[in-house]
Every structure is written in structure tokens, then in C-alpha cells.
């Protein structure tokens, strides 16, 4: 949810800009060709089985704080 929300405010902020550049450029704008996200994976690491063993007797701490969530749109428009 946190995600989705990131990515509409990353579209709407990026239309926002493309209408004042080429508003200012003395251009249209024409019909979204592309529209792409840009984000990245991660990927879990390899526990062993000893490690996975050891962390069930251990109690995961929980320590308050903040997340940063960002979001990164690419927009292509036809120019008419």
C-alpha cells in the first residue's frame, strides 16, 4: 500500500513537471507512449541450517523508527 501510494505521487509529480517544461519549451504534449517503474529486488541470502537452528532460541528485538519509501516513474510522451 505504502508502494502504490509512492508510485502515484512519483506519476502525478513527474506529469506535473513534463506540462511546465513543455509548457515553457512552447511544445504539446501528445499521448503517453511508455510509462515504467524503476525499482530493484532483493534477494534473500543463504542461512545455513545451523544459523536457522541458533535463531529460533533467540528472540528478534524490535527497535521503533522510521522507513523510507521512494518511488521513481519514467514517462515517454508523443510530441504532436
Known sequence: EV?????????????????????GAGVELGKV????ENSFVLL??????????AEKDQQTPITPGSVRVSAQVTISYELP
Open 44 to 53: 534473500p541470502y543463504e542461512r545455513s541450517y545451523a544459523m536457522i537452528a
Open 33 to 36: 507512449v511508455s510509462l515504467a
Open 3 to 23: 508502494k502504490v501510494d509512492a508510485l502515484r505521487k512519483a506519476t502525478v509529480n513527474d506529469s506535473e513537471k513534463d506540462v511546465e517544461l513543455t509548457e
